[in-house]
DNA sequence: ACTCAGATACTCGGTCTCGAGTAATCGAGC
DNA sequence: GCTCGATTACTCGAGACCGAGTATCTGAGT
């Protein structure tokens, strides 16, 4: 069992809007993207509908009224219960307190990066510090002009946070480059080998510790 | 459909896994365990099996020979092919070379951080800061323990890429505790005035862009 | 020689997620 | 007043994911 009852941050999302004052699901999700949260949660329809019956079921959040209006599809509003109130602030507690291991895709292609060649490697690292001061350079325009709209920080810490995730990437990365370059990177001579055997059709040794050496 | 046929970056990991030599799926989760690379790539009995049919049916590894020993359940061994090595350089390529959102709970809870109250906010960032700057202490050291072995640097970026995240992440926090306990950050005043309204049981006047006044 | 913790090797089914698909209504422009 | 694209509002089934559970074997200790 997980540790919540509903574990997709959608569920927080929802909460939050229903924190404010009741909706239909339809419309927190507009709610949401008005305001960028769809930025930082992920927000689809499926899961969106599916998290709000959840949060029924387990008592958080509980139907209002359901409007018929025409022939269109009924609108279910909801509105947020208070257990649903406690189970907000807990969730978002943690959330901000405790940080938790996430498996990031970057993080993955590092630790195999073995895999690709030095050069291949040098280039595509490149390319994605480009892409990625793009993207930076994005965002803060977006900022400036939120800011400029009179939107206090406070509303847009979550862009500052990304923001310095994304410097501190890009340095990494620049520098990461930069030692495989120049062959200052540990192992990259062990790396260099291995590809050219790898090329040559030879069998390709494998790193060992000193420790595992028969 | 997904970019990929199979997109789960434990298949990637396998791929890696195979590239080196023929295994069956057990060896690989030992291999990946004793390099360290769960930490990087979610690892889970249940999927590691799925990923390795996955990739099967796609024609990117096969089965190489089934042995069976005394009565206990059979393992397969698996190669990879040269389809499978194309996807491998591929995959690994993508990920390194083009950055894609993820989204992280950090971030999620940083855009409702509205949703705690100020001074409770400042308490759980401080947690939070305490506690990243123990797990920096900690991936530091086994880094240099790695080191003190004889591992080469080039296995060991995974962990360098973390740690840069992590000190980012941990200067973002400071800094973000500080500009609210002093109130430097646009913002908080409002905050403040809300939550003073909210506990009053007064009607919350959420936040308006000075365009949206009626 | 017996026991029992730990390693080996995998299976299974329930839950969660996804996003394309549906279907009605609104409204700008001819 | 008609058409067509955008918006509103939601549904559904296929597939991914998970991790507890099962069954066997090894080997250290008594």
Redesign the pocket.
């Known amino acids: 069992m997980?540790r919540r009852k509903v574990?997709?941050p959608l569920a927080l999302a929802v909460l939050a809007c229903l924190a404010e004052r009741p909706m239909?699901?339809?419309?927190m999700s507009?709610t949401m993207r008005e305001r960028g949260k769809h930025e930082s949660i992920?927000l689809?329809?499926?899961?969106l509908?599916?998290?709000v019956e959840?949060l029924q079921k387990h008592g958080l959040v509980a139907p209002r009224e359901t409007v018929k209006d025409?022939?269109?599809?009924?609108?279910?509003v909801y509105e947020i219960t208070a257990a649903g109130r406690l189970e907000f602030v807990d969730w978002l507690a943690d959330l901000i307190g405790t940080p938790v291991k996430e498996y990031q895709s970057f993080e993955a292609g590092l630790s195999l990066l073995g895999g690709l060649d030095p050069d291949t490697a040098v280039r595509l690292l490149e390319q994605r510090s480009a892409v990625l001061r793009s993207q930076l350079q994005g965002g803060l325009e977006m900022q400036r002009y939120a800011a400029n709209l009179g939107v206090p920080r406070l509303f847009l810490i979550e862009g500052d946070y990304r923001r310095g995730q994304v410097e501190a990437e890009i340095e990494f990365v620049d520098k990461l480059a930069a030692s495989i370059r120049d062959g200052s990177l540990d192992g990259v001579d062990l790396w260099r080998e291995n590809h050219r055997q790898y090329v040559a059709g030879e069998e390709v040794t494998p790193f060992r510790l000193p420790s595992e050496q028969r």
């Open positions: 997980p574990s997709n239909h699901p339809y419309e507009t992920k689809n329809y499926g899961s509908y599916s998290v959840a025409g022939r269109r599809p009924e609108r279910t």
